[in-house]
């Protein structure tokens, strides 16, 4: 394993999308950047989509990121909720691996757990454990930002590991593990 490298973290959505990156040296991780992308006042759900992949295809060629976590949809109730943050969630995930870098999806359990050790934590409290772990001055007003930030943190937890995350390092790898998924 390289000895450094740059985790994207990213919180799909269609409302907001939140990101975070980190550099991992060694074994201990610096806070790079989070922010967030604000599609709110779009109300085609098409241009969001293409706004989520035109970002993050902007994060990875100004950031270079070694590898990228996503936090993977949440089942609710509401069936077109988790369609709307699957088409999210596949185009940042499509963005990673046009640009043939691993893409790791983390349940939000998982990352919660990673991040406090409660998988039950709410978003305050993964934002405030984030602002310890990496010294962080403030933390932004829309916690969606450190909601990528954790994605990436929770990599950094898990990395050598498989276990939780689905891996993809290419759509090669995609298409065999997903093969029942594929129409021929």
């Known amino acids: 394993m390289k000895t450094e490298r740059i985790i994207l973290g990213v919180d799909p959505g269609t409302t907001i999308m939140g990101f975070g990156i980190i550099k991992v040296v060694g074994k201990k991780m610096e806070f790079v950047q989070m922010n967030e992308l604000l599609l709110q006042k779009y109300s085609d759900p098409y241009l969001k989509l293409k706004l989520i ?29 988790m369609l709307k943050l699957g088409r999210a969630q596949g185009v940042a995930m499509a963005a990673g691996l046009s640009r043939e870098i691993p893409v790791t999806e983390y349940a939000p359990l998982k990352i919660k757990m990673a ?70």
């Not at 993050?56 to 909720?81: M, R």
């Open 53 to 81: 992949f035109e970002r993050t295809i902007e994060l990875i060629d100004t950031y270079k990121p070694d590898e990228i976590a996503l936090e993977a949809p949440f089942f609710g109730k509401n069936v077109q909720s």
């Open 115 to 184: 991040i406090t050790g409660n998988g039950k934590a709410s978003k305050e409290q993964v934002a405030m454990m984030l602002k310890s772990l990496l010294n962080l001055k403030e933390l932004p007003k829309n916690l969606d930002a450190t909601d990528g930030l954790a994605a990436a943190v929770c990599h950094f937890y898990n990395s050598g590991t498989k276990v939780g995350g689905k891996n993809y390092t290419g759509w090669a790898a995609f298409v065999k593990q997903n093969e029942k998924r594929v129409k021929k």
